[in-house]
């Protein structure tokens, strides 16, 4: 009875203190990480290249290219247009973005949204081709509603490497 409990108080300070590592040092490693939560003084432009820069636009890479995609375009459209669709459906995104900015940005957010849905939770398969042409409409979106700076909420694209944009 006293090894197990010795091994159970063991297990639950090693446990402790892996979670208290990972805070400290801050987070999951980038390369497993799906947060794409924006960080301080990065533009919604360079969240993308940073995006297109990590060789994640291959098909065995579609889900978490995806994902960081999806993150970042919620991002965006609450500091471009206040409208708060990290918390929201895809739908209730493409809704409140047609108040916001119109039925072109709309349907421009609901394409993107939608394929970013279609491979994180239908498990699409994703083409080079797709990917690349989903990353250009992010692009557009941003051309379309500018390009603000993504606040401090969270860690940013570069977390972990030396330099950042």
């Known amino acids: 009875m006293f090894v197990v409990g010795l091994v159970l108080l063991l297990a639950l300070s090693l446990a402790w203190g892996l979670a208290w ?4 040092r801050g987070g999951a490693d980038d390369a497993t990480s799906t947060s794409a939560a924006p960080g301080p003084g ?5 969240w993308l290249d940073d995006l297109a820069s990590r060789g994640w636009m291959e098909p065995a890479q579609a889900g978490l290219f995806h994902a960081r995609l999806a993150s970042i375009v919620r991002a965006h459209l609450e500091m471009a247009r206040g409208v708060p669709a990290a918390r929201m459906t895809t ?5 409140a973005t047609a108040v916001a900015g119109g039925d072109a940005e709309a349907a421009l957010v609901g394409r993107i949204l939608a394929a970013c849905d279609a491979v994180k939770f239908a498990g699409a398969g994703a083409e ?9 409409e992010a692009r557009a979106l941003v051309a379309a509603q500018g390009n603000p700076v993504l606040g401090a909420v969270g860690r940013g694209p570069g977390a972990g490497r030396k330099e950042a944009p």
């Open 21 to 24: 590592w990972r805070v400290r």
């Open 42 to 46: 990065w533009t919604t432009a360079e």
């Open 91 to 95: 739908a209730e995104a493409v809704e």
């Open 128 to 136: 080079v081709s797709a990917m690349v042409g989903t990353l250009g």
